[in-house]
T-cell receptor, first 117, second 115 residues
Framework: GAVVSQHPSRVICKSGTSVKIECRSL??????MFWYRQFPKKSLMLMAT?????????EQGVEKDKFLINHASLTLSTLTVTSAHPEDSSFYIC?????????????FGPGTRLTVL | AQSVTQLDSQVPVFEEAPVELRCNYS??????LFWYVQYPNQGLQLLLK??????LVESINGFEAEFNKSQTSFHLRKPSVHISDTAEYFC?????????????FGQGTELSVKP
């Protein structure tokens, strides 16, 4: 149980284009979804927290207009990197959180490797 | 606010040897503690967690961690490691969701198991 998927797993795009990454909780309804960014050999940096039906809460220093987050349902959240540039190249990981019954634990997706040329 | 310090960035060890990956945290409120494992080019997998109750928690693949409140530590141990345990290990802390719930990660410890 508690499986989270991400699509695509890997994407290469040209500078200036937009890329959408999907995060789905497959066998549970997630109270909250989180988006992280991970640089090589580094820890995870929380970018934003999203709750279904409400606006995402972004961490300090994360551009809201650059990284658009939509949380349309209890099983789907999307991250759109708008007008991507090479410095946006990174490993993006989502997680889905379950409060209460499954004891406040986050379950992570497999990640999406974004390369901007 | 919470913070996590993983004291070792790299831990090389021979197969079948014991290993300890150290993790210390700081927090002004009660927290939950987690260990996650990340294999190359993959997401994170939950290894074990402490939420309440017994301070010694175990995973299905032989790892264990003990919550020590007085020392604010949550060290991860395994009595005998395998080659397949080679991975990056992250310690994390969070407050309950109704108090924010954000996971704060340590910098990670690269465990390298050699034959």
């Amino acid at each position: 149980g508690a499986v989270v998927s991400q699509h695509p797993s890997r994407v290469i795009c040209k500078s200036g284009t937009s890329v959408k990454i999907e995060c789905r909780s497959l066998d549970f309804q997630a109270t909250t979804m989180f988006w992280y960014r991970q640089f090589p050999k580094k820890s995870l940096m929380l970018m934003a927290t999203s709750n279904e039906g409400s606006k995402a809460t972004y961490e300090q220093g994360v551009e809201k207009d650059k990284f658009l987050i939509n949380h349309a349902s209890l099983t789907l959240s999307t991250l759109t990197v708008t007008s991507a540039h090479p410095e946006d190249s990174s490993f993006y990981i989502c997680s889905a959180g379950i409060a209460g019954a499954m004891a406040d634990t986050q379950y992570f997706g497999p990640g999406t490797r974004l390369t901007v040329l | 606010a919470q913070s996590v310090t993983q004291l070792d960035s790299q831990v090389p060890v021979f197969e079948e040897a014991p290993v300890e990956l150290r993790c210390n945290y700081s927090s002004s409120v009660s927290v939950y503690l987690f260990w996650y494992v990340q294999y190359p080019n993959q997401g994170l997998q939950l290894l074990l967690k402490y939420l309440s109750g017994s301070t010694l928690v175990e995973s299905i693949n032989g790892f264990e961690a003990e919550f020590n409140k007085s020392q604010t530590s949550f060290h991860l141990r395994k009595p005998s490691v395998h080659i397949s345990d080679t991975a990056e290990y992250f310690c994390a802390v969070s407050a309950p969701y109704n108090q924010g719930g954000k996971l704060i990660f340590g910098q990670g410890t690269e465990l390298s198991v050699k034959p």
